[in-house]
T-cell receptor, first 118, second 112 residues
Framework: EAGVAQSPRYKIIEKRQSVAFWCNPI?????LYWYQQILGQGPKLLIQ????????DSQLPKDRFSAERLKGVDSTLKIQPAKLEDSAVYLC????????????????FGPGTRLTVT | QKEVEQDPGPLSVPEGAIVSLNCTYS??????FMWYRQYSRKGPELLMY????GNKEDGRFTAQVDKSSKYISLFIRDSQPSDSATYLC????????????FGKGTTLSVSS
């Protein structure tokens, strides 16, 4: 089973520039999450989709961050304009709807995109 | 007060040692407790999953949850150099589609 794919793996931009990240979840997973992990911190949820609808975006800085999952499969997260404090690893995760096996609703994480804003 | 507190370490132990990792939390609504392992430059992977209070064992790993004290632990027996990673505790209130709240993570180094 292929895992969660993310690209690019690394990105360096200057402040006030824009950047976009892409995520392709595990096939068949209806729920997709974007997390921000600042160095030395645990991941923090930015936005959660179920199919192509937003379930939770309460911690998404909507003045600069946007995300979409148009066809209920892959997703993009955009930052415009970027600030220095946006330097972090952006993790995408996906999970199936409904319990399965011994680990219901397990979230599978991709390798992340490491963003450096200079 | 943060919802989930975890000592970031770092923690260094010799191979074969028993490792104890801990988290405390403040929200009594949390019901599902997880431990994730994150290797450098990789995404977190689920290691242990526990519902409510009690113990769960999986090979060299044991997860404990004490809801009365709002305290969870992960024990690693016979630690190996391959266990060197950051261990993140995580918890959530509901089962279906609710957000995970993570601790900061504890960095563990096991020397051979």
């Amino acid at each position: 089973e292929a895992g969660v794919a993310q690209s690019p793996r690394y990105k360096i931009i200057e402040k006030r520039q824009s950047v976009a990240f892409w995520c392709n979840p595990i096939s068949g997973h209806a729920t997709l999450y974007w997390y921000q992990q600042i160095l030395g911190q645990g991941p923090k949820l930015l936005i959660q989709f179920q199919n192509n609808g937003v379930v939770d975006d309460s911690q998404l800085p909507k003045d600069r961050f946007s995300a979409e999952r148009l066809k209920g499969v892959d997703s993009t997260l955009k930052i415009q304009p970027a600030k220095l404090e946006d330097s972090a690893v952006y993790l995408c995760a996906s999970s199936a709807v409904g319990s399965s096996g011994i680990r219901p609703y397990e979230q599978y994480f991709g390798p992340g995109t490491r963003l450096t804003v200079t | 007060q943060k919802e989930v507190e975890q000592d970031p370490g770092p923690l260094s132990v010799p191979e074969g040692a028993i490792v104890s990792l801990n988290c405390t939390y403040s929200n009594s609504a949390f019901q599902y407790f997880m431990w994730y392992r994150q290797y450098s430059r990789k995404g977190p992977e689920l290691l242990m999953y526990t519902y409510s209070s009690g113990n769960k064992e999986d090979g060299r790993f044991t997860a404990q949850v004490d809801k009365s004290s709002k305290y969870i632990s992960l024990f690693i027996r016979d630690s190996q150099p391959s266990d060197s990673a950051t261990y993140l505790c995580a918890m959530r209130k509901g089962q279906a589609g609710t957000a995970l709240i993570f601790g900061k993570g504890t960095t563990l180094s096991v020397s051979s």
